[in-house]
């Protein structure tokens, strides 16, 4: 009787261990709800990643068309992430009987595996075609260009980046076949413009007559200061100097003394121009590579930086806000730069502006899984 007590005591013994077991294995399980938590976790990951890769398409691109080369964009159009977890539990007995039915040998057993699967499925975009037509030669609407000024951003830089021409004012030009400077007048009539922003001495608005949206200007100088300002910019721009409400219209050139025309750039010439100041070594222009880099003299005697201060390097730099290689060597924008981090974000932010496909039509889709 004693052998008899002494194998059951073994026997609870392995069989409490196997409860254990179990318990652990269940424990485990209720743990497996991992939707809700992947949430603050993938938000965060692809979020940063999405931002940072935008920011190094960018630049590249801007170095690209330094080198007249083509630029390239794809679109993250949707990023779907999908978990699994998998659990099997497995229990058992195994032992030797005597014919009397007194057990002599019993061994619990118990099994447990598991799988974790993450398999996150990304889908790009390509524009190209027409679409990468309308994105890129498409000028940017008064609208638009009005929109950006009404939500904060100085007038000056605005005009600067995006227009080529205010009643018969040019703006820099960039290109190998059309580069020329800016009119100095032109450089004066934003400082004037910008100057009248800050006293509130301007507003602009838009109208609808007759189903049509009118963008308009008015001046209303509060102070003497301002009103010399005003008129100094009212005979840059040719306006009737008794008037105070001018109406927005696009072109080069006004067909009255009552109207503001204003010539939008395109994304291809906002790129252009953002190029143009791209430091590139000086090894690829001595090899007919890369023209070497304009100074924009005028600009910087009317106290106007470089849109944007790009360096170059032959190592990836250690500092930068955002930095690609391209042609053997590393081009980036100095964290510590943030003129040149501010101009580079408004590039961004005005590429969302433009139209990026034409409605009823489907851009071609390339889906890659990253398991």
């Not at 799988?115 to 990304?122: A, E, K, N, Q, S």
């Not at 008064?142 to 100085?154: D, F, K, Q, S, T």
């Not at 450089?187 to 949206?213: C, F, N, P, W």
């Not at 008129?231 to 008037?243: E, H, I, P, W």
Request: one cysteine or more; proline letters at 5%; aromatic letters at 10%.
């Amino acid at each position: 009787m004693s052998m008899a007590r002494d194998r059951a005591a073994k026997i609870w013994r392995k069989g409490g261990k196997m409860a254990a077991m179990i318990l652990v294995a269940l424990h485990f399980a209720g743990c497996a709800r991992i939707g809700p938590k992947t949430v603050v976790r993938d938000r965060f990951d692809y979020v940063s990643a999405i931002s940072e890769s935008w920011k190094q398409q960018t630049l590249l691109n801007l170095v690209k068309i330094r080198y007249l080369d083509a630029p390239v964009f794809m679109d993250v159009s949707s990023v779907i992430n999908q978990y699994a977890v998998e659990q099997e539990v497995g229990l058992g007995a195994s032992g030797e009987f005597y014919n009397r039915g007194e057990p002599f040998f019993v061994s619990p057993e118990i099994g447990v595996r598991g799988r974790y699967t993450d398999r996150p499925t990304i889908t790009y975009n390509p524009l190209m075609g027409e679409n990468l037509a309308r994105s890129l030669l498409k000028p940017i609407s008064n609208a638009a260009i009005l929109l950006l000024v009404e939500a904060g951003y100085p007038l000056d830089l605005v005009l600067r980046i995006c227009i080529q021409a205010i009643n018969g004012l040019e703006n820099r030009r960039t290109g190998k076949l059309a580069s020329r400077p800016a009119e100095p007048e032109f450089y004066e009539l934003l400082i004037l413009l910008r100057h009248l922003q800050e006293m509130e001495a301007s507003v602009m608005r838009a109208t609808s007559v007759d189903g049509k949206e009118t963008l308009t200007v008015f001046f209303k100088p509060p102070n003497e200061a301002s009103a010399e300002e005003m008129k100094k910019a009212m005979q840059l721009l040719s306006l009737d100097s008794d008037a105070r409400e001018f109406r927005v219209v696009s072109g080069s050139f006004a067909t009255n003394n009552r109207e503001i025309a204003m010539l939008g750039r395109s994304m291809l010439q906002i790129f252009s121009a953002y190029a143009s100041y791209i430091d590139v070594p000086e090894s690829h222009v001595t090899q007919g590579r890369v023209v070497a880099t304009e100074q924009d003299n005028l600009a910087t005697a009317a106290g106007f930086p470089a849109l944007i201060r790009v360096h170059d390097g032959t190592s990836k730099p250690d500092d930068a806000f955002v930095a690609v290689p391209y042609r053997g060597h590393w081009f980036w924008i100095d964290d510590r730069d943030v003129y040149s981090k501010s101009t580079f974000y408004f590039l961004m932010i005005l590429f969302s502006f433009t139209e990026r496909g034409v409605s009823g039509q489907v851009a071609p889709i390339l889906t890659v899984p990253t398991n």
